[in-house]
């Protein structure tokens, strides 16, 4: 502990196994962190507002309470493999916090802000988003959605009942992920891979599927479809997850 430096607001860190150190309730906004270790991490009440982490792991950690807004990850590992355990999230605000080529896999994230928060080329495997608001109000009435999930692995994320309307998941893999009851209206699906995806009750109004994997897609099964955009390549494969024979002329 003597070793580490005075943690501080704009400070710059390098190198540093951090594991040792109390984070409850320290302001480390505008810190950069690259090549840093955190185990078994009790993050509780932490402002890292604008702080950026390159190459950092973070073991076995939870965030309670955190101020992730505008917070940048950029080829950090979240996940535990000794373990098949993710970080946990909780509580927290991640407004436009942003993570490219991250590993979150088996991440939980429970009842935290992510307006307008970015995934990019991250691997989200198992993840679950439990209550997570993606939304923000403007006005009395207004409420507007935003959240981009591009190039990342989704395979059996629980995303059962999200808020993601207009959203960016383009390129994505959502394979076995659970959708149920989710809110993909006007959202950007294309080149997505959602085989044997949960959409039960899931809203795709709007959504752009061009491109994307449909196979065992039922659209007798979603809440919402219309003006649902695909090609004419993908029709028969919807077609006959309807239970339509589709024939040749």
Avoid at 176 to 193: I, P, S
Avoid at 223 to 241: M, P, V, W
Wanted: net charge negative.
């Amino acid at each position: 502990m003597s070793d580490l430096p005075d943690l501080r607001p704009g400070g710059a860190y390098v190198g540093l196994d951090l594991s040792s150190v109390d984070f409850a309730e320290r302001d480390l906004s505008d810190a950069t962190f690259a090549d840093c270790t955190l185990t078994d991490a009790q993050l509780s009440a932490m402002i890292l507002q604008n702080a950026r982490f390159t190459d950092c792991r973070f073991v076995r950690c939870r965030f309670a309470h955190a101020d992730l807004r505008e917070a940048v990850f950029t080829r950090c590992n979240f996940a535990d493999p000794d373990s098949h355990s993710g970080v946990q999230i909780a509580f927290s605000q991640a407004d436009q916090a942003e993570f490219t080529a991250c590993d979150l896999s088996f991440a939980d994230i429970d009842r935290t802000s992510l307006w307008s928060v970015v995934f990019k080329d991250s691997n989200l495997r198992g993840a679950r988003f439990h209550r997570a608001d993606f939304s923000r109000a403007f006005g009395g009435k207004v409420i507007r959605t935003a959240a981009a999930f591009t190039a990342c692995n989704l395979e059996l994320a629980d995303l059962s009942d999200a808020e993601l309307a207009t959203c960016d998941l383009s390129g994505s893999s959502l394979r076995e992920a659970d959708l149920t009851g989710a809110d993909l209206t006007g959202a950007d699906l294309t080149r997505c891979d959602l085989f044997q995806a949960l959409t039960t009750d899931a809203k795709f109004a709007d959504a752009d599927l061009r491109g994307a994997e449909v196979s065992g897609l039922s659209l007798a099964g979603l809440a919402t479809y219309e003006g649902l955009k695909i090609t004419l390549s993908q029709q028969q494969a919807l077609l006959t997850a309807m239970g339509l024979d589709v024939y040749a002329d």
